[in-house]
């Protein structure tokens, strides 16, 4: 099946250098189940008296998760009890299914392997969502102190990758890998680094003009009429206060004035409106960026415009990643 049929913009941003696209970014891909890696870690206080009303909601409420297939491993570590949870294989087939179904216009094949991002916000959507008999979810348990802490893992390999084309100061001038980057940290990251690569690029044309703006004032630096005026002067200058003031000379002001014209010369006003009339046309939206056609392109629907019952929607912000431990356990 064909991929989906790339944007102008990203072909734009491409060739201009902003993002590096390499065409393989679905090889890149984690495999769909890996038997060795946790998708979410819980934290909670070892409880010796399992009486506590805190030891059986924490009890029961892994149990509800094991009811639901996920793999559970306790690890105890001194005072404390870390639950390495991983989510079962049929879940992200029904999310790809449920997925394929409900936006068969735009699936590709691409979407057959589940990133990273993905995986973690639906394990994420699924731990909020599962009550135990008391009603209570893990955010009422983490509130009640049952469990001390929830985070997800960073994969050691991906984020080696990471550093190595896209963090660090040698990769500044090279496109960023925005799929690797998306897979990883999920769409919200992608799209600010992306947005923050395409501004950075506009400030180009207004940085080139800025230093020929300071190079004009640089060059008439000595030969200003204006500078020469007050270098030059012997004027007396009335004091700047009433009272314990003495007179100045004009001569006085000479550095401060050699340094305004480098700053707020005549190239200064058509700068000015170079960047007003610049400012403008960057504001501009493109019709490909409205946020309404963006949003109908991107929402699942079915024929009658609503997603099909039992589609997992996860939340849009996941748990933030830990920096830069603790890493997964293997």
Not at 127 to 155: D, Q, W, Y
Request: positive net charge; aromatic residues 12%.
């Amino acid at each position: 099946m064909p991929g989906h049929k790339r944007q102008p913009s990203i072909e734009l941003l491409e060739f201009m250098g902003v993002v590096k696209e390499n065409g393989n970014e679905q090889a890149s891909l984690p495999p769909m189940f890996t038997p060795l890696s946790y998708d979410y870690v819980l934290v909670a206080k070892t409880i010796d008296d399992q009486e506590r009303q805190a030891f059986k909601k924490q009890t029961e409420y892994i149990e509800e998760l094991k009811k639901k297939n996920f793999k559970v491993t306790k690890i105890i570590d001194d005072h404390l009890v870390f639950y390495g949870i991983q989510g079962p294989k049929d879940i992200f087939q029904k999310y790809r299914y449920l997925l394929k179904v409900s936006d068969a216009c735009n699936w590709s094949s691409y979407q057959n392997s589940v990133p990273l991002s993905t995986r973690i916000r639906v394990v994420h959507f699924i731990l909020n969502h599962t009550p135990i008999h008391s009603g209570e979810n893990l955010r009422n348990l983490m509130k009640a102190k049952v469990f001390e802490a929830k985070f997800c893992l960073h994969e050691k390999k991906r984020q080696k990758e990471l550093k190595e084309s896209w963090a660090r100061w040698t990769a500044c001038l090279q496109g960023q890998p925005i799929t690797a980057v998306r897979n990883y940290f999920g769409e919200k990251v992608a799209l600010y680094f992306l947005w923050l690569g395409w501004y950075t690029f506009l400030l180009i044309p207004p940085a080139l003009i800025g230093i020929l703006v300071f190079l004009y004032g640089l060059s008439y630096f000595n030969s200003s009429p204006l500078i020469q005026e007050v270098c030059e002067s012997n004027r007396v200058m009335c004091p700047l206060c009433d009272t314990g003031c003495k007179v100045w000379k004009l001569s006085e002001t000479c550095s401060y004035a050699k340094l305004s014209l480098l700053f707020d010369n005549n190239g200064t006003v058509l700068f000015a409106m170079f960047m007003a009339i610049w400012t403008s046309a960057r504001s501009r939206r493109p019709a490909s960026l409205d946020p309404r056609q963006t949003r109908r392109r991107s929402e699942p629907h079915t024929s009658k415009g609503r997603p099909p019952p039992g589609l997992l929607q996860p939340p849009a912000t996941p748990t933030p990643r830990p920096d830069p431990s603790p890493h997964r356990h293997h």
